[in-house]
Nanobody, 121 residues
Framework: QVQLVESGGGLVQAGGSLRLSCAAS????????MGWYRQAPGQQRELVAI???????NYVDSVKGRFTISRDNAKNTVYLQMNSLKPEDTAVYYC???????????????WGQGTLVTVSS
């Protein structure tokens, strides 16, 4: 199995910064795409950012220019650097990964438990 553990959430004032981390552990052969999602109270979970194994990235329009997703393949970890935070960024942030595990080889898409980001005005 694969476990994803997020960290780095907390309370920050508008305009501040946080860096989220998500570390994958388990019988991992490789990790392909990794992504960050968020869910605000009463809202649907939305995709925030994705990074592929080749380093290509995509972001939801509302965070472009403020958030940066990156990964450290040696540590099986994905990061989300969040700058210029706004109250509307308040949500539980979840990481997701497309993971190949073995033996036998199989493809999993685990989710982390979430980390809360609260941005005050």
């Amino acid at each position: 199995q694969v476990q994803l553990v997020e960290s780095g959430g907390g309370l920050v004032q508008a305009g501040g910064s946080l860096r989220l981390s998500c570390a994958a552990s388990g019988s991992i052969v490789s990790i392909n795409a990794m992504g960050w999602y968020r869910q605000a109270p009463g809202q649907q979970r939305e995709l925030v950012a994705i990074i592929t194994s080749g380093g290509s990235t995509n972001y939801v329009d509302s965070v472009k220019g403020r958030f940066t997703i990156s990964r450290d393949n040696a540590k099986n970890t994905v990061y989300l650097q969040m700058n210029s935070l706004k109250p509307e960024d308040t949500a539980v942030y979840y990481c997701n990964a497309h993971v190949v595990v073995g033996m036998p080889y199989r493809y999993l898409e685990p989710w982390g438990q979430g980390t809360l980001v609260t941005v005050s005005s």
